[in-house]
């Protein structure tokens, strides 16, 4: 049986596609272009395996739209948001593309959005987190197909609270999605009791944390609420663990992918954290999950940071338990709140 999930992808890339081909009725192909982190921290999150992911959805789709054969292309916005927008308004421009889709980074999604909006152009947003998508930057060319730091908030904020851990200390990676994901879970964390008694920003792809740590410390804070992702996530967790935080503190993971636990589960042992799509993928027909694991096995060294979940990934216990979060029309949020 079709996941609701898949059922909306297919009608939402219809749309997408018959959109794009009105555009494109002069041209002998309908082009897609893809820009992502290709090469850097959320490289693993999505990058390559992303690409491959909509590649598939255009193979399933039959590879043509009203008899157009349909053409991949893909960039590394190098999470830049002026190399994003320069790529998606070439392509638009001279590359004859028709529908633009937006990976991680809600700094680069944003700007492509902007691109997408002026040009008249489906932009499907597929990795970026920040709300300002579907708020005070939303257009009508902007299809938010992934979740979003109001949901990631609601998940691992209140159930954080609502377990003990009141008091919060942030630490953010400096950019459009760090900011919107502390201040939503902010929001969340004072609205059921809690309290946040500091916060420190860091640059994005930071490689050295022992200062923002120190700070995290000495707040005396009952939670370190990491509201970054992929590599940043992976570099803070490791120096927790070599500061001791984790005897301390809470750390409350606040965007957590499959890829990020990988290396194992002692890295993480005591983690509280969101998973985007962990339930659903759980509950996908077997199947299908057994195709995309064939396809994932044939094309890419790594699983795909937003799809397949699999129940060994965290220690013992832990996947598909705690508690559960919010839908709000993207993707189906999982908490795993320690036991």
Not at 96 to 116: D, E, P, Q, R, Y
Not at 187 to 206: E, F, I, M, Q, Y
Not at 311 to 339: I, K, M, N, S
Request: proline letters at 2%; a negative charge.
């Amino acid at each position: 049986m079709e996941s609701r999930f898949t059922k909306l992808a297919v009608a939402l890339g219809a749309v997408g596609l018959m959109a794009g081909a009105m555009h494109a009725q002069a041209q002998d192909k309908l082009k897609i272009g893809f820009i992502t982190d290709m090469s850097s921290l959320y490289a693993d999150v999505e990058g390559k395996n992303g690409a491959l992911a909509i590649q598939m959805a255009i193979d399933d789709f039959g590879g043509k739209v009203l008899g157009k054969p349909i053409e991949l292309l893909t960039a590394d916005h190098q999470n830049k948001a002026d190399v994003a927008a320069t790529k998606a308004r070439e392509w638009v421009d001279t590359g004859g593309v028709t529908m633009l889709f937006g990976g991680t980074n809600s700094g680069t999604a944003l700007a492509m959005a902007k691109v997408a909006d002026e040009k008249k152009r489906v932009f499907f947003d597929s990795g970026a987190g920040s709300s300002a998508l579907t708020n005070e930057q939303c257009t009508p060319y902007t299809v938010h197909y992934a979740y979003d730091t109001v949901a990631l908030a609601k998940g691992t904020g209140s159930a954080v609270v609502k377990n003990g851990g009141k008091s919060w200390f942030f630490l953010t990676a400096d950019y459009a999605f760090g900011h919107s994901l502390e201040a939503d879970t902010a929001k969340v964390v004072k609205d059921n009791g809690g309290t946040v008694v500091g916060s420190v920003r860091h640059p994005l792809n930071a490689t050295d944390f022992s200062s923002f740590l120190l700070q995290a410390q000495n707040s005396k804070a009952q939670v370190l609420g990491l509201a970054n992702a992929g590599g940043d996530f992976q570099n803070a967790m490791k120096s927790a663990k070599e500061f001791g935080i984790l005897k301390t503190m809470k750390v409350a993971g606040l965007l957590v992918f499959i890829t990020d636990v990988q290396p194992g589960p002692e890295e993480h042992r005591g983690l509280v954290a969101d998973d985007q799509l962990g339930l659903e993928s759980q509950r996908q027909d077997a199947r299908v999950r057994q195709a995309l694991l064939r396809q994932d096995q044939a094309h890419a060294d790594r699983h795909p940071g937003g799809g397949l979940f699999r129940d060994d990934a965290l220690p013992e216990g832990r996947a598909g338990g705690g508690h559960h979060g919010c839908r709000q029309g993207h993707g189906e949020t999982q908490v795993d709140a320690d036991r």
